[in-house]
Every structure is written in C-alpha cells, then in structure tokens.
C-alpha cells in the first residue's frame, strides 16, 4: 500500500510540475494572441474583438519590406546552413578519419559563442578584411553559421544509424555518386534535412543579434519590432507576436502530421537498416 501510495504522489507532483511548466510556457503565448485581437492591449479581458492591429499592420510598407527580408534571410540561411551540413556529415560518419573528433569539435564551436559576438566578429571581418558593406546577403551568410551548426546536430542524429551499404549497393551496380545521392540517399535522409531546413528557418527569421551587426539599415521583423518598443508598445506588436507563434506552431504541426502518417519518421527505425 505503501508503495501504490507513493507513486500515486509522485504522479501528481509530476503531473503539477508538468501543468506548471506548461503555464509558464505557454500562457504569456495565448495572452499576446487573444490580445492582438482586442481592443484594449493593456488588459484584453473581457475580449472586445477586433482587426485593428492586423489592418495596420497589413497597411505598413515597413512591416511589409521587414517581413520580405526576414522571409528572404531566413529561407536563405536555412537553404545554405541545411546544405552544408548535409555535406558535412555525410563526409564526416561515411570516410574515416582520424580527426573526426576535432572536426565535430569545430562544427559545434559556434554553439557556445553569443550571438551578440558572432555579430560583431561578423560585422569587423567584412568591414575592415572583406570590405563587404552591411546588407541582407551579408546577413544571411552571418546567420548560416549558427544555423549550420544545429543543422549538422539535427542531421547527425538521424543519420547515425544510416544504412551506408544501401550506397555502397548502388555504386557497386554502376550508379556514380551524384546519381546514389539522388536515388538512395536523398530518399531516405529527405526527413532529417526537413528537420534541419525548418529548425534554421525560424532562428534566422526571429534573430536580432546577429542580423542587427550585419544589415546596416536593411529591416527586418526582429530590428522593426525592437526599434518600435522605444515609442511604447503598440497594437501592431502584439499582431506580430501572434503570427509569428502562429508561423511556428504551423511548422510543428506539419512535422506532427508527417510522423503521424508515417511519411516522415525524423530518424531511421530498426527495420529500415535490414
């Protein structure tokens, strides 16, 4: 009894630690959202529901060009940071080397710089060396090397356990690389680079740090949005809170969708390796 007992208490703290940190997380979300579609910003409740803020917000050409640019900066970065990390770790778990450990090292090393640093390393090096002025191409090579970071991580894991025979198969019966890549490999890893393409997506198009060293007076949701707090906290910041939450909830959501229907598994199963 005494153990039916404690772990029916151990249950309910877990299940009160877990409904907590669910509160913590997610309420200030909800709060933004439902007051985005209020009248009174300062204390929504009860609702008096209006568009006021998403009519403005659709009437801005700032907002219009700072979400053309976040959009472009982020498709950018998550297309060159997926890339190069998928060139990454296939070169670093299909040949030997000796020094994988120092290469693994070096691929992760951003991970532990701020991003206050990164941009400012970022800005000196095209300024005073490259001679490059701050612009948004600028910008999106800057957030490519966070973003290449997480993606060889993300890649790394699911393709751990990849199958390298099925490859080594196809060349055997005349396939050059580039055509296994494209008919073996691709097919198979397609999930773990979708993984990586949309995790580096969103901390490129939400990044303030990195961006705001590296695009000169190129607008972007984050810089817009933080340069807006100085007059006060207006409508339209609420408005973009909401989409944004919106924009990521969506990705999550099609993530969910492809592993409930079995399109995608985000890594390699027992039977997939036999």
Known sequence: MDFTASKAANKIILGGALILTYIFLYVPILHITLASFSKDIVWPYPIRFTWDAYSSLLQSSIYQEAFLNSLILGLGAA???TVMGT????????????????ILVMMVAPLFVADV???????VLNGLFLHIPGNLWSAILANSVRGFTYATLIIATQLFRYNWKLDDAAMVFGAGPIRTFFEITLPNIWPALLGAFIVTFILAFNNLDISFYTLGAVPTMPSVAWGSLRFGIKP????IAALVNAGVLLCLVVMFVLI????????????RDG
């Open 260 to 271: 409930r229907t079995g399109a995608a598994g985000f890594g390699f199963k027992e039977g």
């Open 79 to 81: 297309v060159i940071s």
């Open 236 to 239: 339209e910041l609420y408005a």
């Open 117 to 123: 640093l990164l941009g400012i390393s970022t800005q």
């Open 87 to 102: 060139l990454a770790v296939l070169s670093l778990l299909k040949y030997r080397s000796r020094y994988k450990t120092l």
